[in-house]
């Protein structure tokens, strides 16, 4: 690719707000090069000579547009049948100032769930003017923002694929936000949901971040997939406190949750995703990774205190460099030997990959020009006032060739035309590996496990972890002093500056509960004893939330400022004001009806005509008058609306929630949903939202409102700590 002087926006560098954010950054491409980079890596061996060049040209091309198909695998497998059968024809011989345009196509990796993941690679301005392309964006942004499309890295895909998770995990996200690859956890813990119903998997997944803005970004991202098996923390990942799960009434007989799936995507320097962080360019030096590399291990050894005897851990950065990679691994290793690393070779075969290193060669010269083969050859250079910036666990070990770090999986650029990343699989020994005594204790007595927030040490071991040599971490969230998390359950709660409402399961035969059940016609099996609210006094005031078995007992067995507990299962039912009766009645709310749905009363549910869909669609509020008979007089009794549309572009089975009052019916679904609604049945937006948004815009008919956000600028940031949706950043 030749250099002209073009203007890249770099957005961020550096995962989870590294020092390399370069959010505002803009470079030129003649600026794409760093010696310091150059030779660090050529340093490194990372890639062979001969690719090199190919290697750093991929580097400097911006990154194709790739997004997956989210949801329940059945919704998921629908609107990818959609993408498939009526989009990418439509999008196929298409021309664009005289030039053909390449359509959509199927990661070839991504083998399950299959063919969910894609990738085009189209500019800005042709999405914008060329019709067809423009129809598809459209498509795909109002999916995307009812969370049936996540735009998302083609190699940010990877880990969780590796993770395995089945629907009775018990899964832990360690450093979640902002949760794409939370949402991929999530839905594979939901792989028994149904086209219109949400299952309650036995299993649980607690999503944490230590960024208390970041968290709420992924409590927002997760809604899309609302599940009773979630939970969120905003705790440092490194001292993750024990987190109790009842044998029976007496605090004394709690366990320690044990977990069956753990990832570690640790914050690391993120210079994988240079190709769409080009500030990455000017700023990238050796001292990013160097200072993440304490904080990475610590992460990935705290995991290993928390998984399960057949557990598995996935540990992945978007970094190229050893030191936040191999070298994490290596010392994680040594520290538990009773892990190994997973051979995973066979998994995936059509992505192309590179072995994890065996030798690699830190630096502490900011130039990367000087290099030490041994730490002691690094200690001895030192003058006696200058600080140790390196530990022992930056460089190889002596052993590193019985700790098969060629397991390890390393994606390269120019390979398949992603970003970098790296992803390793642990899991402990089946047979005859060493247990230690500590694990055991761990796993039966929680209250007596020596202190999370100092993993037990191997110090003595070679390149095995020594917290106390480590330079100082550079970006955990900053926790007020003495916001440690106290191991003892019996200690007073700490809460600091954690202003979240308690979590209170109402009784099941609270009376408030008891005639919502009633009134809503809500079957016996409606888990009402798994019903919490969340406000000071403990009440059925506002919103109710549903939980499964396995959130509910954690959450009577642990204090949830300890755990910073930031939400937990799912929203199903809401107050509406001043019902037809002049007091407020309980309404399943439209996120919540998947999860509520097993549980409705068939007889409230009234099938009905796609002219009738069209007339809710169209109005907010329309009145009973504009419905024809006997839909008019049947709707009455009923408080949800089915069908099977077979409308312009697929068959769907629907079912809606509806509320009458006195002299209208509405759908009580959000504006964006009823959008993506109409557009995916009628293939044109004729909402009153969208209406108004074309009559503003004077758009083409089509697609009539012209989304906020635009698959180029919609990937939910994984870089960067600082900026969320919400505070209007370019995610
Ligand atoms: C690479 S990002 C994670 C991306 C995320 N897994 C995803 O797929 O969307 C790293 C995250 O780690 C968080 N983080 C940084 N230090 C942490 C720590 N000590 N404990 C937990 N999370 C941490 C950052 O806030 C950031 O959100």
């Given at each position: 690719?030749?250099?002209?002087?073009?203007?890249?926006?770099?957005?961020?560098?550096?995962?989870?707000?590294?020092?390399?954010?370069?959010?505002?950054?803009?470079?030129?491409?003649s600026?794409?090069?760093?010696?310091?980079?150059?030779?660090?890596?050529?340093?490194?061996?990372?890639?062979?000579d001969?690719?090199?060049?190919?290697?750093?040209?991929?580097?400097?091309?911006?990154?194709?547009?790739?997004?997956?198909?989210?949801?329940?695998r059945?919704?998921?497998?629908?609107?990818?049948?959609?993408?498939?059968?009526?989009?990418v024809?439509?999008?196929?011989?298409?021309?664009?100032?005289?030039?053909?345009?390449?359509?959509?196509?199927?990661?070839?990796?991504?083998?399950?769930?299959?063919?969910?993941?894609?990738?085009?690679?189209?500019?800005?301005?042709?999405?914008?003017?060329?019709?067809?392309?423009k129809?598809?964006?459209?498509?795909?942004?109002?999916?995307?923002?009812?969370?049936?499309?996540?735009?998302?890295?083609?190699?940010?895909?990877?880990?969780?694929?590796?993770?395995?998770?089945?629907?009775?995990?018990?899964?832990?996200?360690?450093c979640?936000?902002?949760?794409?690859?939370?949402?991929?956890?999530?839905?594979?813990?939901?792989?028994?949901?149904?086209v219109?119903?949400?299952?309650?998997?036995?299993?649980?997944?607690?999503?944490?971040?230590?960024?208390?803005?970041?968290?709420?970004?992924?409590?927002?991202?997760?809604?899309?997939?609302?599940?009773?098996?979630?939970?969120?923390?905003?705790?440092?990942?490194?001292?993750?406190?024990?987190?109790?799960?009842?044998?029976?009434?007496?605090?004394?007989?709690?366990?320690?949750?044990?977990?069956?799936?753990?990832?570690?995507?640790?914050?690391?320097?993120?210079?994988?995703?240079?190709?769409?962080?080009?500030?990455?360019?000017?700023?990238?030096?050796p001292?990013?990774?160097?200072?993440?590399?304490?904080?990475?291990?610590?992460?990935?050894?705290?995991?290993?205190?928390?998984?399960?005897?057949?557990?598995?851990?996935?540990?992945?950065?978007?970094?190229?460099?050893?030191?936040?990679?191999?070298a994490?691994i290596?010392?994680?290793?040594k520290?538990?030997?009773?892990?190994?690393?997973?051979?995973?070779?066979?998994?995936?075969?059509?992505?192309?990959?590179?072995?994890?290193?065996?030798?690699?060669?830190?630096?502490?010269?900011?130039?990367?020009?000087?290099?030490?083969?041994?730490?002691q050859?690094?200690?001895?250079?030192?003058?006696?006032?200058?600080?140790?910036?390196?530990?022992?666990?930056h460089?190889?070990?002596?052993?590193?060739?019985?700790?098969?770090?060629?397991?390890?999986?390393r994606?390269?650029?120019?390979?398949?035309?992603t970003?970098?990343?790296?992803?390793?699989?642990?899991?402990?020994?089946?047979?005859?590996?060493?247990?230690?005594k500590?694990?055991k204790?761990?796993?039966?007595?929680?209250?007596?496990?020596?202190?999370?927030?100092?993993?037990?040490?191997?110090?003595?071991?070679?390149?095995?972890?020594?917290?106390?040599?480590?330079?100082?971490?550079?970006?955990?969230?900053?926790?007020?002093?003495?916001?440690e998390?106290?191991?003892?359950?019996?200690?007073?709660?700490?809460?600091?500056?954690?202003?979240?409402?308690?979590?209170?399961?109402?009784?099941?035969?609270?009376?408030?509960?008891?005639?919502?059940?009633?009134?809503?016609?809500?079957?016996?099996?409606?888990?009402?004893?798994?019903?919490?609210v969340?406000n000071?006094?403990?009440?059925?005031?506002?919103?109710?939330?549903?939980?499964?078995?396995?959130?509910?007992?954690?959450?009577?067995?642990?204090?949830?400022?300890?755990i910073?507990?930031?939400?937990?299962?799912?929203?199903?039912?809401?107050?509406?004001?001043?019902?037809?009766?002049?007091?407020?009645?309980?309404?399943?709310?439209?996120?919540?009806?998947?999860?509520?749905?097993?549980?409705?009363?068939?007889?409230?549910?009234?099938?009905?005509?796609?002219?009738?869909?069209?007339?809710?669609?169209?109005?907010?509020?329309?009145?009973?008058?504009s419905?024809?008979?006997?839909?008019?007089?049947?709707?009455?009794?009923?408080?949800?609306?089915?069908?099977?549309?077979?409308?312009?572009?697929?068959?769907?089975?629907?079912?809606?929630?509806?509320w009458?009052?006195?002299?209208?019916?509405?759908?009580?679904?959000?504006?964006?949903?009823?959008?993506?609604?109409?557009?995916?049945?009628?293939?044109?937006?004729?909402?009153?939202?969208?209406?108004?948004?074309?009559?503003?815009?004077?758009?083409?008919?089509?697609?009539?409102?012209?989304?906020?956000?635009?698959?180029?600028g919609?990937?939910?940031?994984?870089?960067?700590?600082?900026?969320?949706?919400?505070?209007?950043?370019?995610?």
């Amino acid at each position: 690719m030749g250099r002209n002087n073009k203007k890249r926006g770099g957005r961020r560098g550096g995962r989870g707000g590294s020092r390399a954010d370069t959010r505002t950054d803009v470079v030129t491409e003649s600026e794409m090069f760093n010696q310091r980079l150059d030779s660090y890596y050529k340093k490194q061996q990372i890639i062979p000579d001969d690719a090199w060049d190919e290697f750093m040209q991929s580097l400097r091309r911006p990154l194709p547009t790739t997004f997956r198909v989210a949801g329940s695998r059945q919704t998921a497998k629908s609107i990818n049948e959609l993408i498939q059968n009526n989009y990418v024809p439509s999008l196929k011989d298409v021309l664009f100032e005289g030039q053909p345009l390449p359509p959509p196509e199927q990661l070839p990796w991504y083998a399950y769930p299959e063919g969910l993941a894609w990738q085009f690679n189209v500019a800005k301005p042709v999405l914008r003017k060329q019709p067809e392309f423009k129809k598809f964006h459209y498509f795909l942004v109002s999916e995307t923002e009812v969370g049936n499309i996540s735009r998302q890295e083609a190699v940010s895909m990877l880990p969780p694929l590796f993770l395995d998770v089945l629907p009775h995990h018990k899964v832990m996200d360690m450093c979640a936000a902002p949760g794409s690859k939370t949402a991929q956890l999530l839905e594979a813990l939901h792989a028994d949901d149904t086209v219109t119903s949400t299952s309650v998997p036995p299993g649980l997944l607690i999503a944490n971040d230590s960024d208390q803005k970041r968290t709420h970004l992924l409590i927002h991202q997760s809604a899309r997939l609302p599940s009773p098996a979630l939970m969120v923390t905003n705790l440092d990942a490194s001292i993750y406190p024990i987190i109790k799960i009842g044998g029976s009434n007496s605090k004394r007989h709690t366990n320690q949750l044990l977990f069956d799936r753990i990832l570690c995507d640790v914050p690391c320097s993120g210079d994988g995703t240079i190709r769409k962080n080009s500030g990455i360019w000017r700023k990238w030096q050796p001292g990013d990774g160097n200072g993440l590399h304490a904080l990475q291990v610590r992460i990935l050894v705290r995991a290993m205190r928390m998984v399960n005897a057949s557990g598995r851990i996935v540990y992945s950065t978007c970094s190229l460099n050893p030191v936040e990679n191999e070298a994490v691994i290596a010392v994680a290793l040594k520290t538990y030997p009773e892990y190994e690393l997973v051979d995973v070779s066979s998994r995936y075969p059509e992505l192309r990959r590179c072995p994890g290193l065996t030798s690699w060669t830190p630096t502490a010269d900011k130039t990367a020009e000087t290099y030490f083969n041994t730490y002691q050859e690094y200690r001895d250079s030192l003058s006696s006032i200058d600080p140790v910036k390196l530990t022992k666990g930056h460089w190889p070990p002596s052993d590193v060739a019985d700790l098969n770090l060629t397991r390890c999986i390393r994606i390269y650029p120019h390979l398949q035309d992603t970003g970098g990343f790296f992803v390793a699989v642990l899991q402990k020994r089946q047979q005859g590996g060493p247990d230690t005594k500590e694990r055991k204790r761990e796993a039966a007595e929680p209250s007596d496990v020596p202190d999370a927030k100092k993993p037990r040490l191997a110090q003595e071991t070679e390149g095995a972890i020594d917290v106390d040599a480590q330079p100082v971490q550079p970006i955990v969230a900053a926790e007020p002093a003495g916001s440690e998390t106290p191991e003892d359950g019996d200690s007073k709660p700490i809460s600091y500056d954690f202003k979240e409402n308690p979590y209170t399961f109402l009784s099941s035969k609270d009376p408030i509960l008891t005639s919502c059940i009633n009134r809503l016609k809500l079957t016996d099996g409606f888990p009402a004893s798994n019903i919490l609210v969340r406000n000071p006094g403990g009440d059925a005031v506002r919103s109710l939330y549903l939980t499964n078995d396995i959130v509910k007992t954690i959450i009577l067995n642990n204090d949830y400022t300890r755990i910073r507990l930031t939400t937990a299962g799912t929203k199903v039912l809401a107050k509406q004001e001043a019902g037809r009766d002049g007091d407020a009645q309980f309404r399943v709310l439209g996120e919540g009806l998947p999860v509520v749905l097993p549980y409705i009363d068939p007889s409230t549910i009234m099938e009905s005509g796609v002219g009738t869909l069209r007339i809710l669609l169209k109005a907010y509020h329309p009145t009973c008058a504009s419905f024809e008979e006997p839909f008019r007089s049947q709707i009455e009794s009923k408080g949800y609306l089915a069908g099977t549309y077979a409308a312009v572009t697929l068959s769907h089975d629907i079912i809606l929630p509806i509320w009458k009052s006195n002299v209208s019916i509405s759908l009580m679904v959000d504006k964006k949903a009823k959008s993506a609604l109409s557009l995916r049945l009628f293939g044109a937006d004729i909402t009153v939202a969208g209406l108004a948004a074309q009559q503003q815009k004077n758009a083409p008919a089509v697609a009539v409102e012209e989304p906020e956000a635009d698959m180029e600028g919609d990937e939910v940031e994984e870089v960067g700590a600082s900026v969320s949706k919400e505070e209007g950043g370019s995610a």
